[in-house]
Nanobody
Framework: QVQLVESGGGLVQAGGSLRLSCAASGRTFGTYAMGWFRQAPGQEREFVAAISRSGSITYYADSVKGRFTISRDNRKNTVYLQMNSLKPEDTAVYYC??????????????????WGQGTQVTVSS
């Protein structure tokens, strides 16, 4: 079992940057692909970015491509989401999640077995 704890959210002006972190418990972090998702009020949870076990494969939602970067440090059991050029429409609760697939990464919420509690990101205009 994996426990995930997000941090780094907050209030930022449009055009600003934030870096989210997701710390995982346990010694098996490297056996999970990881993803970031977000959910705005009244909307469904949506895919943001995902990264494979080794970090060699990454996927992004079109809405964040070129602005957000996902990365991971398996020695620190942590996955990151660097968010640049933030827009008001990026405002949401951001969640990290763990997927036990052996290869690649997924954009589907149903593929992820473990979820963090979320961290709020608010972008003011």
């Amino acid at each position: 079992q994996v426990q995930l704890v997000e941090s780094g959210g907050g209030l930022v002006q449009a055009g600003g940057s934030l870096r989210l972190s997701c710390a995982a418990s346990g010694r098996t972090f490297g056996t999970y692909a990881m993803g970031w998702f977000r959910q705005a009020p009244g909307q469904e949870r949506e895919f943001v970015a995902a990264i494979s076990r080794s970090g060699s494969i990454t996927y992004y939602a079109d809405s964040v491509k070129g602005r957000f970067t996902i990365s991971r440090d398996n020695r620190k059991n942590t996955v990151y989401l660097q968010m640049n050029s933030l827009k008001p429409e990026d405002t949401a609760v951001y969640y990290c999640a763990a997927d036990p697939r052996a290869y690649g990464a997924s954009y589907a919420t149903s593929d992820y077995d473990y979820w963090g509690q979320g961290t709020q990101v608010t972008v003011s205009s």
